[in-house]
């Protein structure tokens, strides 16, 4: 089983829609979470810490489901530049030194 | 504000040549590292640093060297290139802290013909 799995997608949706992805890892020991936004042929950037208990930043919300082992990231109100590739990052604590791991991304697409 | 800056761009070498991949950071960051990024297996670590003089491998260290004389370098060494090394390579770095979010470089395409 991989560390951390995503559906690659890619989700299709009509601007304005509502969008979830989610996110699952394997090491329960996992203390830190992010979602990472990376365009097409450009570097990874930090969309947001995801915290216990859950986090908003305008239309996007993180949850952590540390019972389940995954998080999600739901956008609201998709805008055509909201297409892009979302990676799941997830930080073990367990090696000594904090090593993040990256999911393969769930790719959006957000059609007019 | 450069943040992490990273040279070159793109590559082209053939195959067995040698190379360096420059990175720079101007914000005092601990940690940098190096990551591979291939279609469809996500960001693999090569190699990462947790200060200046101390360097470790990460899952796919193969073929690559590393060394941190400074704070702001990272440089990774392309030994004798190969064909599967093909690729898109990040630099990243980051404050200490376990909550604390890597920041990117623009990335160097690579390809070993």
């Known amino acids: 089983r991989k560390e951390v799995e995503q559906d690659p997608g890619p989700f299709n949706v009509p601007e304005g829609a509502t969008v979830a992805f989610n996110c699952t890892y394997s090491?329960?020991?996992?203390?830190?979470f992010f979602w990472y936004r990376q365009d097409c042929r450009k570097e990874p950037k930090l969309l947001m810490s995801v915290y216990s208990s859950g986090n908003e930043d305008g239309r996007f919300t993180a949850q952590l489901n540390r019972a389940s082992q995954y998080i999600s990231l739901l956008i609201r109100d998709s805008k055509l530049s909201d297409s892009a590739t979302y990676l799941c990052?997830?930080?073990?604590?367990?090696?000594?030194?904090?090593?993040?791991?990256f999911g393969t991304g769930t790719r959006l697409l957000v059609s007019p | 504000n450069a943040g992490v800056t990273q040279t070159p761009k793109f590559q082209v070498l053939k195959t067995g040549q040698s190379m360096t991949l420059q990175c720079a950071q101007d914000m005092n960051h601990e940690y940098m590292s190096w990551y591979r990024q291939d279609p469809g297996m996500g960001l693999r670590l090569i190699h990462y640093s947790v200060g200046a003089g101390i360097t470790d491998q990460g899952e796919v260290p193969n073929g690559y060297n590393v060394s941190r004389s400074t704070t702001e370098d990272f440089p990774l060494r392309l030994l004798s290139a190969a064909p599967s090394q093909t690729s898109v390579y990040f630099c990243?770095?980051?404050?200490?802290?376990?909550?604390?979010?890597?920041?990117f470089g623009n990335g160097t395409r690579l390809t070993v013909t």
């Open positions: 990052v997830v930080g073990p604590m367990n090696t000594g030194f904090q090593k993040l791991v």
């Open positions: 090491n329960s020991a996992s203390q830190s």
């Open positions: 990243a770095s980051k404050p200490q802290g376990y909550n604390s979010p890597l920041h």
